[in-house]
């Protein structure tokens, strides 16, 4: 069975970092694509990065470029590093994997990833 957990999230200030987990199980992260994304109170799911051990490469989302970084630990486990970060990014975050990357490339389309885990709250104040 596929299960995805997602922790590291908390209450910071804006300006200060976070960084999460995303532990996997049940599946080889050498053949699934794993993204984060995330969702705020009335809006749509966001993307916000992705990588795939396939092509070795991560995506970011233009909004959070030369702030966040995603970093593999060659395991089962995906960091997201997140730097200077904003009210506006407070949401829940999720990881997900897709078993299908296309030409082993990561995407930021949340339609695309088969599997989600539980959420992990990232509270920013100003």
């Known amino acids: 069975e596929v299960q995805l957990q997602a922790s590291g999230g908390g209450s910071v200030q804006a300006g200060e970092s976070l960084r999460l987990s995303c532990e996997g199980s049940g599946f080889s992260f050498d053949d699934y694509a794993i993204g984060w994304f995330r969702q705020a109170p009335g809006k749509e799911r966001e993307g916000v990065a992705c990588f795939s051990r396939s092509d070795g490469r991560a995506r970011y989302a233009d909004s959070v470029k030369d702030r966040f970084s995603i970093r593999d630990n060659a395991r089962n486990t995906v960091y997201l590093q997140m730097n200077v970060l904003k009210p506006e990014e407070s949401a829940v975050y999720y990881c997900?994997?897709?078993?299908?990357?296309?030409?082993?490339?990561?995407?930021?389309?949340?339609?695309?990833?088969?599997?989600w885990g539980r959420g992990t709250q990232v509270t920013v104040s100003s």
């Open positions: 997900a994997a897709d078993r299908t990357p296309w030409e082993g490339t990561c995407t930021l389309s949340a339609g695309e990833y088969d599997y």
